[in-house]
Structure formats: C-alpha cells, structure tokens
C-alpha cells in the first residue's frame, strides 16, 4: 500500500473539502496511524478549518503545529526573496516527521485564495512530486457543461502527467443532481485513463454558509439572539428595500435578511413572521450602516421572553453587506454535523469505495526530486551520528555548513586550524558552532604520535621521520590521519585545495577495501525525477578492463547505500555486438570481468548512453535487455568522456551533481569542488557519514 495521498483541486470552489473528508473516512476504517498535511495554510489566528476538522473527526495523534508546513505570509515571503527551493525544503521537512509517526498520510494541497497565482498553478505539482505522492484531482462540475468538463480534464491531466505525477482517481463534483447520471455516462464512453473517474452531485447544503461564519465573516456585532442559533445555514439571501407588505411575499425558509438599521419595521415583521404558521422562518438577520435601533424598538424587544432569530450589526451599507454575503461560500466545520453526515453521503453513494481503495494501493510515484533526495541524505546521516573531520576550518563556506549541520544534527565536526583565526571567524560572521571541535595540527598533543605513525607506514618509500613531522603539519594529512586512527569516521576537504592535495593522504595510507583494486569516484546526478550514478567522473583517466569492472562494481555498491537499486551500464560508442575496436573491445572485456565478479548483478554493455536511458531506443536496440532503457548506474568507459558527460548534463538539464564521491577506500574521504556552495558541503557531509555507517555495518 501507497504512503501518501496527495489531494489538489483544479479551481476555487470545487468543493476539496468534501473529497478529503470522504477519503479520510474510508482509510480511517482500514489504517491504524492515519495523518493529514497541509503544505501551506491560511494567516491569523484562526486555525485552518480542515485541519481542524479532521483532527476533531478522527482524532488525530499528533500536533496541530505538526500538519502543516507554512503559512501564506511566510511561503509569500520566501517567494519574494527568490528562496522558492527553501519554500519547498520546509514542505519536505515538515512532511517527512509527521509521516515517520504515521501510516499513511492524506495531504491536502492549497486553496487558490491563500497563495500567490504567480506560483499557485504548479504549486501542489511540484510539492505532490517532492512528497513522491500520487494525486486525487477535483474538479469544479458547478454550472459546466460536459464539453468544458472534459477540456478542463484533459488539459489539467496533461500537465499533471508532463510533471510526471502518478494518478489515483479523478473526482467530478458538484454536478447538478440531475445531470450526474448523463455525465457519468458520457464519461464512460470517452474516459481512455487508466485511472478511474467519478461524478458527484452539488449538494446545496454544503455550500450554503453558517448565521456564524457570516458574522464572521463581516465582523459583525451581535445585538439580539443566542449561540446556539449561529449554527443555522442560511439558505437565501434577502437584501430589503420594499415595504413590509411586499417583502413578506418574499421570505424564505432559512433566509438572512439585510435591511438598514432604521428599518424598525421590517425587524418586527420578521419576528412576527417567525410566529405565524403562515410564514417561514427566517435564520437570522443584519442590520447595515451602523444604524442603531431606535429605543422604544428596544424596549418593546427586551420585553419578549425568547428572541426567535439572531440579529446583527455592521458598519458598511446594504448593498456591500449582501455582495459580501453572495460571494461567501460555507465550509464544513468540525462541529456542523449535518453538514459532515451530507458530505459523508454525497460521497460514498457516488464513489466505488472498492476501486479507489485499489487504485491506493497501486497507484505509486517513482520520481526522487533534488529536494527529496538531500532531504534523505541528511535523515540517514542524522540517524546514526558520524564524527567528520574537516581540514578547511577558516575557510568561510565551510564554517557557514558546519553551523547547519550541528543545527540540525546530522554530525559531529572538528575543523582544522589556528583555533583563534577560526573563532574570531566564526564571531564575524555570527554563527553560532556551539559543540564543535577545533584542532590546531601545529599545536596538538596528536601531532608526535600522527608522525611516527606515518614514518611507520611510509618508511618503505625512502621517507624520513624530519619529513613524517613536516607532512603532519599539514591539515589534510593530519585529518587523514584523524580518520586512520578511529578518531573521526571520514574527512571532506577541497573546497580551498586540489583534488589531489585531499585525496592523496587517504592513497597513502588509508588505502583500498581487499575486494577493490582502484579507488574511483562517482556523481550522484538529480534529476527532476530521479537520481542517477554516474562514474567514474573525477579520478581515473583511462581505466583498464580489470578497473573498470572494479569501477562497475564499487558504483553498484555506492548506489545500492543510497537507496538506488543498481542497473549497470557500461558505456560505449556502440550497443551490443554492433561496434568494433579497441575502446569497444575494452568495455566489452570489463563487462564480462564485472559478471564474473558479480554475477548477482544486472549488467550490460557495450551499450550507448540513449539506449541505456531511453526505453524507446533500448527496444530496437537490446529489447530483451533487463537493463537497458532503465539504467540508473552508467560507467563511463575513460576520465574524458565521463567529466564531460556529467558536467554537460549539470548545466543543460539544471541537475543538482551531488559529488565527487570517493569509493573503494577502507574509510570515506570525500573532495570538493573549489567553486562548491555551502549546500554541496553539507550534502558531501552527510554522504559521508553515511558511507562511513555502511563500512562500519559490513
């Protein structure tokens, strides 16, 4: 069964609530810890109303602060600051603790009044797609015809299939009740959707809003009347202008009455209309301009037992009163009982419970974006602390990580340098690195020891121990130094220095695991909908065959600690058994190295790049191939091809390069790009500590 849920509506006034409300009752009976999200809601005090109501329905388990992510004001102003990636990160964040105490969560996306149409057409696209849920879409059927259904329909499924969103079902509501039946059955006819559809009715109770959500909503005064009263609908709309003889030919049952407050004669008339048999009850009534009632009307009032109807006051005139009444429309609230029974029922006489149940349990996104993905990273690493050393301990972006990593807890540091430099650093630049570790190499009590230790190790190369000490003063020596010992996990340098001034200690004398005879490197590619290991990009200029099965093998192994379910590719300039000579013969060789390395995983090659990620070309040219068409590892057969490659698809298809990430060595040492941002700190940060808890898990 799916996780998530994820529930948009196309347009205002499509009547969401209803869905959610009709979804969360049937999952209720068949899910032990159900939640509910919101990505963002409403400002003001006021609590959103449907978080409200289905944690009174269903009496929720968590906290009202824990359901949803932002509100307008606050998504308005990472917008506006051109933070929209950090708008989304919050989403994720949010999402992702409620959803560790729950078994499945229905999520409801934004209603279009409480966000900026500048984003809001994408907006629950991207955020269903960073929650890897598949989507409920509503439609608004109210006063449309079966045309403009449709169009509406295919038009919103088109671009909701474009993002790559997986679909559940789509809802049809608010149709007129006595077009449901010719509706669904046109759409039968023309519906080519796996998915299923369902139409149903406008239901006018649910639409018509409280006597109290009206006095809310016009901040209205409360003159006579008691509370209890407030819970009426109001059914129709009566703005007065007409003498008492002729308005009386015009009330309706459950109508609110707007008339000018020196109108004494038309607040007796309605209560005297209330009494007699003759004439409906009216459920309450406004009286507009501010105008207070004249004495003696409130003396002859204050003298009856029991006020039948409940009477207000506002400020603004009659006209602006009834245009603000006309455009209110009613939600269902936590205490409406009729309204939540109706909804109920609109519901499942018109949905089939069973499909949709079914279409839960097989409808399911595979897309991993960006922001998931480094969302997952940092859990991972956060859930087993590492201790990461970091030899670039002055530098600025490095401080600037460090304090996000110990925020949100995902490490443990120690920076590298002259600790006075770093801390008036860390002052200038208003950080706060309570419970980092600093060490200075010149100064530290390690430094004898790192030294004989290194002499020990390297002795055989002609070194002498005046060079051990030397080579110890340097940061990335000493950090590498720091991991060999057991004294931190892993180490992550570069962002100042060359790759080979970061990797070369860990060559030296951290070395290689038994069962891998090169250390190479991969790229964590993340794309708009999923994340790709590409290798090796950064350290071997022309591999052989034997390295290369090697390189296969230790990409397999990365991808497979990053949740990636390894699909092997190795590349060439030709597919199969087409292509001929020596760069063809090499990728041939490592191929049928890697199978007898590994015959547990899935291999192909030679095959080219369109036919290892195009399912289309990978019919014509390997059709029976278990891996081509869906590859996720591609082993690049040399250093040019592979540098190029990643960088080509970086900057044309905007993916996020996660990397380099070092593989094959006994423990993680991991290099930067010099022009790296403080965000690709912390994500190298947290791979890893996560590829040092995978080396410690065996």
């Not at 708008?87 to 959803?99: D, I, P």
């Not at 940061?475 to 590498?480: D, I, P, W």
Request: with cysteine; proline share 4%; net charge negative.
């Amino acid at each position: 069964m799916l996780k998530n849920l994820y529930i948009t509506a196309i347009e205002p006034g499509s009547g969401k609530s209803l869905i959610v409300l009709g979804i969360m009752e049937l999952l209720s009976k068949r899910v032990k810890k159900l939640g509910f999200f919101r990505p963002v809601i409403h400002d003001g005090d006021c609590p959103d109303n449907d978080i409200q109501l289905i944690r009174s329905r269903y009496q929720l388990d968590c906290d009202y602060a824990s359901q949803y992510a932002l509100t307008h004001q606050e998504a308005q102003q990472l917008v506006a600051a051109g933070q929209f990636d950090e708008l989304l990160k919050r989403v994720v964040e949010t999402y992702k603790k409620l959803e560790r105490s729950c078994d499945f969560v229905v999520c409801e996306g934004i209603n279009p009044t409480d966000i900026d149409p500048a984003y809001v057409d994408n907006f629950d696209t991207q955020v269903a797609n960073h929650l890897a849920a598949p989507l409920v879409i509503v439609v608004n059927g109210f006063e449309k015809t079966l045309d403009e259904i449709l169009a509406t329909v295919r038009a919103e499924r088109e671009t909701f299939l474009g993002e790559g969103c997986a679909m559940v079902a789509t809802m049809i509501n608010r149709v007129a009740s006595d077009r449901v039946e010719n509706v669904s059955e046109a759409l039968k006819n023309l519906w080519n959707y796996p998915d299923p559809v369902f139409v149903l009715p406008e239901e006018e109770l649910l639409s018509k809003p409280t006597i109290a959500e009206v006095v809310e909503n016009l901040n209205a005064t409360l003159i006579y009347g008691e509370e209890e009263q407030f819970r009426r609908e109001v059914l129709s709309i009566k703005a007065v202008s007409m003498q008492i003889p002729n308005f009386l030919d015009h009330l309706q049952e459950g109508g609110l009455v707007i008339t000018g407050g020196d109108r004494a004669d038309v607040v007796l008339g309605c209560f005297a209309s209330t009494l007699s048999e003759q004439y409906p009850t009216i459920a309450g009534m406004i009286l507009t301009g501010g105008l207070d009632l004249a004495p003696q009307i409130k003396k002859l009032i204050d003298g009856i037992n029991r006020w039948t109807f409940p009477l207000f006051s506002v400020q603004t005139d009659t006209y602006e009163t009834a245009t603000k009444v006309y455009a209110l429309r009613g939600e269902i609230t936590p205490d409406n009982d009729r309204k939540i029974a109706s909804a109920l029922g609109v519901f499942e006489s018109n949905v089939d419970l069973t499909k949709l149940q079914e279409r839960i349990a097989i409808a399911r996104s595979t897309r991993i974006t960006p922001i998931m993905f480094e969302y997952e990273l940092i859990e991972r690493a956060r859930s087993n602390k590492q201790h990461i050393v970091l030899p670039e301990g002055t530098e600025e972006r490095i401080l600037r990580a460090s304090e996000i990593l110990l925020r949100r807890g995902v490490v443990e540091l120690t920076l590298l340098g002259n600790e006075q430099i770093i801390r008036e650093k860390i002052a200038a630049l208003a950080l706060n690195l309570d419970g980092v570790n600093i060490v200075d190499p010149l100064q530290s009590a390690w430094l004898e020891d790192y030294a004989a230790t290194y002499f020990a190790l390297r002795k055989h190369k002609g070194i002498t121990e005046d060079f051990a000490h030397d080579v110890m003063h340097d940061a990335s020596y000493f950090g590498t130094m720091m991991v060999y010992k057991d004294l931190a996990d892993g180490m992550v340098s570069g962002s100042v220095h060359t790759t080979a001034h970061t990797i070369r200690p860990a060559f030296e004398f951290i070395r290689t695991t038994p069962d891998v005879s090169i250390v190479s490197s991969v790229f964590l590619m993340c794309l708009d909908d999923r994340v790709l290991v590409y290798g090796d990009c950064a350290v071997n200029p022309n591999p052989n065959p034997q390295e290369l099965a090697d390189i296969a093998i230790s990409s397999a192994a990365t991808a497979k600690t990053f949740g990636i379910d390894p699909l092997i590719a190795m590349l060439s300039y030709s597919t199969g058994e087409s292509g001929k000579g020596a760069d063809v013969d090499k990728v041939k060789e490592a191929t049928h190295l890697a199978r007898q390395l590994r015959p547990d995983l899935k291999i192909e090659g030679p095959i080219q790049y369109d036919a290892a990620i195009d399912e289309s070309v990978a019919q014509t040219k390997l059709p029976d191939s278990q891996v081509a068409g869906r590859a996720t590892v591609f082993i690049f057969p040399d250093l040019n091809t592979g540098n190029n490659t990643y960088k080509a698809v970086q900057r044309s298809a905007n993916a996020v390069a996660i990397g380099p990430i070092l593989q094959g060595l006994k423990k993680p040492v991991n290099d930067l790009s010099r022009g790296c941002t403080v965000t690709d700190i912390v994500n190298t940060v947290a791979i890893t500590a996560i590829q040092a808890q995978a080396l410690k898990q065996g």
